[in-house]
């Protein structure tokens, strides 16, 4: 069977797609204050989506921004919400020294711990970026899992125009899973993509996959090839990164990966 088909099977019954679908930052303010759900539900993702895969999805985060190994750096993490990621990183920039910067609801950052060198900015990005205290630019941005939100409330050109301007010089942003219809497209017409689809579903048929359709609303090469154009016409490099193969959702998602010389 072919390798995709070998991992864990991390695909939402349609119950969870429905209630996880087209979310908000609104919604994730709400999710935030529910305590009937997981740190997972909260932010937006099933608990098989991430459950277990922490570690390995902050491995690749680390592995795409070396420069979290330095020391005394400033990092602007947009969107951290309230799951485990945020601690991981909080760890990692407090044994290295580093000034801390979440960008998030209320209701999500109350959830994060506090240090001496970490500051909480709340509000939506980039409308809270007027209150940011940020007394140099930016050595590492991150947004993970945020850009579909972004994109649903019309703000993705503004939201990446204000990644770009907050990048001090050879710094690096990673806007992190970001879903990609036609790579998930792409995927289901191969033949890994059917053995996947076969062992998820057990319907041994092939999975049906047009192309040539438009899905208004869905984030698909256009997109992402769009913000790679901007990024580089705006003076940086920029690049459309793969996710780690034993990731949950590599399969369908793509990272952006964007550094200023």
Known sequence: MAEEAKRPFRVA?????????DLGYEDFRRLAADPSL??????????RYREGFEDAIFAD???KLPALNERGLQVLEIGPGCGPLPHLLFELCRDHGHRLIW?????????????????????????????MPLDDACNIVLAYGVFPPVFKDGD??????????????????????IPNISKRRRFLSSPAGHAFHTAVTGDERAPDVAFNKLEPGAI??????GMLMRARAGGFDAYIVPQAPGLP????????LVTAP
Not at 157 to 177: C, Q, T
Not at 220 to 225: E, M, P, S, T
């Open 38 to 47: 997981t740190t997972n539900e909260r932010i937006g993702f099933p608990d």
């Open 156 to 177: 993705g050109w503004a939201f990446l125009d204000a990644v770009l301007s907050h990048l001090a010089p050879a710094g690096a942003a990673l806007i992190g899973d």
């Open 13 to 21: 019954t349609p119950e969870e797609f429905q209630r996880f679908r």
């Open 220 to 225: 698909d090469d256009a997109v992402l090839l």
């Open 103 to 131: 960008v998030d609801s209320p209701e999500m950052l109350d959830q994060l711990p506090d240090g001496p060198d970490v500051t909480k900015v709340p509000g939506p990005y980039p409308q809270a970026t007027s209150s």
């Open 249 to 256: 959702m590599a399969n369908r998602r793509e990272d952006l």
């Open 61 to 63: 985060l680390v592995a």
